[in-house]
């Protein structure tokens, strides 16, 4: 019915996917801006289309994959799990045992990139549904700490099985990032190199890009419908409670090794593409930092949601840019003896006999940015957890909610 | 979606006397594939489309006459409104039955008398509460019941009751006896008269037991015309088409809801929506969205609290709007009942600013943005009330009727509308106010044929040139408009031999949002003096935002505070009154009036004599 938006006449339309008018007009924009994004055409967005800027949007939009599987066992089904960085750290190896190239010291099967990825998050998700029983048996912290050791078994086994994983602090090389349907050396689609796609000149991160929005949508809006699902309303149900989900005829040891098998996948899909993209990566890099990093993205975006994905991965790694960008600004201050100088010569330390809390180089006292990153994001975390437990999300949720109720507050 | 009325149909050739049955007859080979009804079922709208329902009638006709109803016989409907009730209500017109509705709420003595009043044949019991009504008493009880369906299995499964039959299996005998006998109903419906009584509704019985008014399709044929489609009751005089939207909520047995809902369906077309309960009225609101809306004061005067409630809980900038939105309802309110109910450029210009500051969002969240006319009838309300919404921009009209001449005495007409009154006689009708009494009198052929079974009832209600006698004393004002001054048997004589309308106080008292019953006591007594019951949600809020502990409804009436509290608002209804009509001293009802307890009417008007009888040393403590 016209102008009735909570008359539902038929289930298809009350469980649709965006079921509003102004949410698909949305949607469009928002995807025609970030299509847009490598060409420079939207005013306003034009710096975007700098390769340094793509890598960033590149990696952010494989985080989002990433980020959608912890969603989903995390925020859908309630299960805490700090080993995200584990079964990426499988898929991504499982990547390059089949994809990279062999040498006398190393495994490599020569094989396409997207076969790699997707037995790697295959792989990953049996790795899940060997997991998910343990989560039936301890629930909440518990299990945060038993899936904190598979990061620790995984940084064991990456640093010691050289064939796979390459010589321990050192790592290893990946197979080329470009799409072949079986023979590697030529190529479909070249990811990899700057050429000319639709009469643009695209730098390869342009062309990288442009493939991973496919993919991440394509993921994103499977893990959208799968809320909406038979299988999304048991994790829903476990979540929420899971001796009552049971009561109601949820098979909650089901419903927990699915979600696990499903977060898993997703894991093992991102730690292929992020590995390959990158190209060489040391063991070193799956480790626990990257599990917090994800629970960070969850928890800021909002747990349960998938826009909150979007939203949490933007925001967290567009962080350390921001930092870089902040402390270069306080050190510009610094130079030209601006008014702000004194505040930002507190803030930054600019050589070995200075005070600060930032230093620019790597030596002696005060916080690199990388360990700022992370102090920033387990005080957000904490912040977001006490002050706004739904996220980035939560925060639009309660300004939606505030007109929606108008003149009302409830 | 509009269809041509006046196009000559197929089966124009072999029609009897046009009955709310044939009319629904017609839509289906007009717009077989148009929604007719919808009912909430497992979370979402489930759509009837007209040619689904007369399918449905004709198997429920067929299945009726399998069961030995003839011409002449009563079936009766005990069950909240559902389509169930529309299908066997048509189904029993077709095939020229009778169809008689019970209250859900009445309780097992009622059901006892009504059942073997109307002497019914068929009774359809909704669920397992229902059905208990019946199976409690001996089945020699009642004599000419021969089966009883039931709608809702759960519960009455296992029952051993050889009269119980599921409307399930009542539906599937319909179907095969279709195919068995098929035109036995068309040929029903053709000989349909108009004189054939279609159904009988019981009055609610605020004194005697109630009485079955009984209706004919010629009744029903003229408040159709006079009521429904009569010219310039809605603005625009758009008359009700298929784009309206009904919420059918007050139960179906009430003549108001059966003409609002049911003949208004049959009539033009619309969609009638069935409210889950009565309790989700306020949510489907919300989700319907009608565009036409008929509710009895009880109804607007919580619509009201709520929104009361609701504004005082919100947080602070609202609040803020929330002044600024009823200052100006008030402006535009007070502006609108200067005018007839229309805007003056004023009002039109406050409605501009706050139409999309607070009113649209407002009239959304109650559910009445999209309505065209709403009314409030069947009691009276207070003017207060409708100012109030009125000033919203919902166009709100007060009317007046009773069961006895179809509802067709007076209404408000859209642009002359005279707030306290209940409007102007709809034209070419016979009305009249006794020169003696001033009793409003009318004649017209909306006038019911009379009492079932009771001749002598009958006979009383008519004056002896033949007009009914409705027993409520009006007076006119500025000689077009009607104002219903009381019922005449309610009218007080103080022992002083002053007469004085009890319900003209009461009404004042329950304006107050924190007033849900009043009761006017002064008949022979030196003065006057009220019971009066609190609205518990909405001064359960105001007692908590005080910080006043409270348990249950007796005890938060019995607060000091409280009763304070009610002091107000008498103290500021006695300012309205003349000396002798001012309460003196009032008492509180100390449980919430129930239909079950005997207190109500099963349409929630006061029973004043059990009243009395009840609370007889609450009444004496006064005195």
Redesign the interface.
Known sequence: ?R??P??????NK?QSLFPTIAQKVLLAIGALIAISVPFGLVPGFKFLASPGWLQLLVIALIFMIGAAGLNIVTGMAGQISLGHAFFMGIGAYTTAALSGSSTEALWGMELPMWFGVIVGGLVAAGLGILIAPTAVRVRGLYLAIVTLGLVFIGQHLFRNWNQVAGIAELGRNWGPFQLSLWDIDGPTLDLATDGEWFGFFLPGQGKAYLFMLVVAALFLLLAKNLARTRIGRSFAAIRDRDIAAEVMGVNEAKAKTQAFAISSFYAGVAGGLYATFLGFLPPEQWSLFLSVQFIAIVLIGGAGTVIGVVLGTLFVQLLPRLVENFTGFLSDQIADGTWLAPIADIVIKTGSGDFGVLSLDAQGAGLSIFQANTVLYGLLIAVFLIFEPLGLYGIWLKVRNYWK?????? | MTATIDQPLPSAAAQGYPTVASRVRDWAERTPDGVVLREKDYGIWQEWTWSQLWDDVLSAAHALLALDVAVGDVVSIHSEDRPEWIVLDLATVAIRGITTGLYPTNPTAEVEYLLNDSGAKIHIAEDQEQVDKVLELPADTFPSLTTIVYVEPRGVRSYSDPRLMYWEDFMQLGREQREAKSGAVEALMAAAEPDDIMTLVYTSGTTGPPKGAMLTNANATFAIDKIINSTGRIAGDRRPNPDDQILTYLPLCHVAERIFSTWTMVSSGCVLNFAEAIETVQLNLREVQPTLFFAVPRIWERIHAGIVIKLNDATWIKRQVAKIGLGLAQYIGKARVANGGNHTAMSRLAYFVGNPLFFRALKERVGLRRARWTASGAAAIAPEVLEFFMGLGIPVYELYGMTENVAVATTNFHGRVKLGTVGEPYPDIGFRLDPETNEIQTKHPGVFKGYWNKPEKTAETFTEDGWLKTGDVGEWVDETHVKIVDRMKDIIITSGGKNISPSEIENSLKASPFIKEAMVIGDGRKFVSALVGIELDTVGDWATRRGIPFTTYRDLGEKPEVIDLVQKVVTATNEKFATVEQIKKFRMIPKELDHEDGELTATQKLKRSSMVEMFGDLVESMY
């Open positions: 019915m102008g009735r909570l008359l539902y006449v038929d289930y009350e109720g108008w003149p009302f507050t409830y």
